[in-house]
């Protein structure tokens, strides 16, 4: 035999020449749920380890998480059920708690990048990313809301806006806004390929967001479709967005690989709540090792081309780091 590939694995030293991809707590956003009940601090049942947080935890978090190295945090709302209403009024409410806690974490810590989701449902009475009238959801009145919501935020102090709703030309409709208010500074990262998908269950439970009637598949994709994840890429990118995002991470790693082949901007994952529920329900039966796993699947979420991934282990890999756990 004169090719024998095995001489290329036969140390760590070895092995670290031959190694092709790279994975680090700067490569990774950490997803953070917060509520108005100030000193809460609550465990979400089917995301363990993660928390519902008021404004002295969220400031307590993000300080530790800033200590391990995590520098990018995404917040998502909960809000109380009886400030929701059809037109999501209360996400552009200035006095909303969630603008407010965006003023303080950039005020605290404004070396920090503060990314924020961009979608009616936690403010929404139906339950829906959009504007809902007869059972439908509409797309462009939609606009109007998603593009408010934006500069609130904008304002607010957000350095990255996440939309996450699926709704034709947002991209651009927010761009123009954000533009017109004097905040060209402010990225978008578009969710560009959302799947309708299982495995949000456990994030709507967190956020008590889940549509109160129909599902999300007018608007999320199907997820037989790569083709369409490509066309909703191209027009992302010509609708000014500054980084693409693909969600799910783990079932759509060849749609994160085509966008990554496809684009020259920078290709982010989302390793969503139902990803993370389900290895830490077998870890916590003792059958996957926790720490190797997560190592191994954000190691291959960077393999297939994501840039940077939003993972709700982005502390726990940030502290097996800190106490030099050797993971390959
Ligand atoms: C809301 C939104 C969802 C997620 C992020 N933003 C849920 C949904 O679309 O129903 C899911 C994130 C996760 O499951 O971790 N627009």
């Known amino acids: 035999m004169i090719e024998r590939p095995r001489r290329n694995r036969k140390s760590p030293a070895v092995r670290a020449w031959a190694r092709e991809t790279s994975l680090g707590v700067e490569h990774l956003i950490s997803p953070l749920f917060v509520t108005d009940k100030a000193s809460l601090k609550e465990e979400i049942p089917s995301l363990p380890g993660r928390f519902r947080l008021g404004l002295d935890d969220l400031l307590r978090q993000t300080e530790a998480s800033m200590e391990l190295g995590i520098r990018s945090f995404v917040l998502f709302p909960a809000v109380d059920e009886a400030l929701k209403d059809k037109t999501a009024t209360y996400s552009h409410d200035r006095d909303n708690f969630y603008l407010r806690y965006i003023r303080a974490?950039?005020?605290?810590?404004?070396?920090?990048?503060?990314?924020?989701d961009v979608a009616m449902d936690p403010y929404s009475s139906d339950g829906h990313d959009g504007y809902v009238e007869d059972g439908k959801i509409l797309n462009d009145p939609t606009l109007e809301i998603l593009a408010?919501?934006?500069?609130?935020?904008?304002?607010?102090?957000?350095?990255?806006?996440?939309?996450?709703?699926?709704?034709?030309?947002?991209?651009?409709?927010?761009?123009?806004?954000?533009?017109?208010?004097?905040?060209?500074?402010?990225?978008?990262?578009?969710?560009?390929?959302?799947?309708?998908?299982?495995?949000?269950?456990?994030?709507?439970?967190?956020?008590?967001?889940?549509?109160?009637?129909?599902?999300?598949?007018?608007?999320?994709?199907?997820?037989?479709?790569?083709?369409?994840?490509?066309?909703?890429?191209?027009?992302?990118e010509a609708e000014g967005a500054d980084i693409l995002m693909v969600k799910p991470a783990l079932s759509y790693m060849d749609v994160i690989a085509a966008l990554a082949e496809n684009t020259a901007l920078p290709v982010a994952a989302y390793n969503v709540s139902g990803e993370y529920a389900m290895l830490k329900a077998a870890a916590e039966r003792g059958w996957l090792n926790e720490d190797a796993a997560v190592c191994e699947m954000l190691l291959s979420l960077r393999r297939a081309g994501a840039k940077v991934i939003l993972t709700y282990w982005a502390e726990h890999f940030a502290q097996l780091m800190k106490d030099g756990y050797v993971y390959h």
């Open 148 to 236: 408010e919501m934006s500069v609130a935020q904008a304002k607010a102090g957000i350095d990255v806006i996440g939309p996450s709703d699926m709704m034709d030309g947002r991209v651009e409709k927010i761009r123009t806004a954000l533009d017109r208010e004097g905040h060209s500074e402010v990225s978008i990262m578009s969710y560009t390929a959302k799947y309708a998908s299982a495995f949000y269950g456990p994030f709507r439970e967190a956020l008590d967001s889940a549509p109160k009637g129909g599902d999300k598949k007018t608007y999320q994709m199907d997820p037989a479709n790569r083709a369409e994840a490509l066309r909703e890429a191209a027009l992302d």
């Open 105 to 116: 974490v950039k005020e605290r810590f404004p070396e920090c990048v503060l990314m924020s």
